[in-house]
């Protein structure tokens, strides 16, 4: 079974900093990954989504990477904004069953100003 | 297009009746899927189906939990006996095509007292 982890659960930074969110899982063979936005009391926006065959994503000041053979994948967010709080969840959709997402239990960002 | 929509959006109810869940996906995505979030499972799939019809519903926790399409623009899940451990998030997603990106709707918060 594909287990999916988030580091760290929490995080608070302060504006502007650049940041690092990670994402692990069990089994390499996966058709794609994606990364999530979650606001309170919303659901998902897909901010990234990166093919098995691709090394990285990037869109605006994220930055998404994809390493399948260790089973990891980095969100890096440049110059954040107290707007990018949120909770950020990592998704993997499993190559046998092309539908499937496996979510990890996300990390809760705050960027203090 | 105004994106997914869920009704209710929060639903309180009292344990051994019956709740009904709504969705109406995006048009002319054909593929539709029911997921719940709790803070100990994190997000979880609950049953998915492909124009119209339901593909994968091993995620459905017990025959207490029932989900149907009866065209592509509607859905429901419906929880009969509803019991406290049902108490979560439960999202609706849609798709345009079965591995492409996930659109979430705002979520159905329900609590069963």
């Known amino acids: 079974k594909q287990e999916v982890t988030q580091i760290p659960a929490a995080l608070s930074v302060p504006e502007g900093e650049n940041l690092v969110l990670n994402c692990s899982f069990t089994d390499s063979a996966i058709y794609n990954l994606q990364w999530f936005r979650q606001d309170p009391g919303k659901g998902l926006t897909s901010l990234l989504l990166i093919q098995s065959s691709q090394r990285e994503q990037t869109s605006g000041r994220l930055n998404a990477s994809l390493d399948k053979s260790?089973?990891?994948?980095?969100?890096?967010?440049?110059?954040?904004?107290?707007?990018?709080?949120?909770?950020?969840?990592?998704?993997?959709r499993r190559s046998n069953s092309g539908y499937a997402l496996n979510f990890g239990k996300g990390t809760s960002l705050l960027v203090t100003p | 297009d105004a994106g997914v929509i869920q009704s209710p959006r929060h639903e309180v109810t009292e344990m051994g009746q019956e709740v009904t869940l709504r969705c109406k996906p995006i048009s002319g995505h054909n593929s539709l899927f029911w997921y719940r979030q709790t803070?100990?499972?994190?997000?979880?799939?609950?049953?998915?189906?492909?124009?119209?019809?339901?593909?994968?519903?091993?995620?459905m926790?017990?025959?207490?939990?029932?989900?149907?399409?009866?065209?592509?623009?509607?859905s429901t899940l419906k929880i009969q006996p509803s019991e406290p451990r049902d108490s979560a998030v439960y999202f609706c997603a849609s798709s345009p095509g079965v591995v492409e990106t996930q659109y979430f709707g705002p979520g159905t918060r329900l609590l069963v007292l």
Request: with cysteine; charged share 15%.
């Open chain 1, 70 to 92: 260790s089973g990891r994948s980095t969100l890096y967010i440049a110059a954040s904004q107290p707007g990018d709080s949120a909770t950020y969840l990592c998704a993997v």
């Open chain 2, 61 to 74: 926790p017990e025959d207490r939990f029932s989900a149907k399409m009866p065209n592509a623009s509607f």
């Open chain 2, 39 to 59: 803070m100990m499972r994190g997000l979880e799939l609950l049953i998915y189906f492909n124009n119209n019809v339901p593909i994968d519903d091993s995620g």
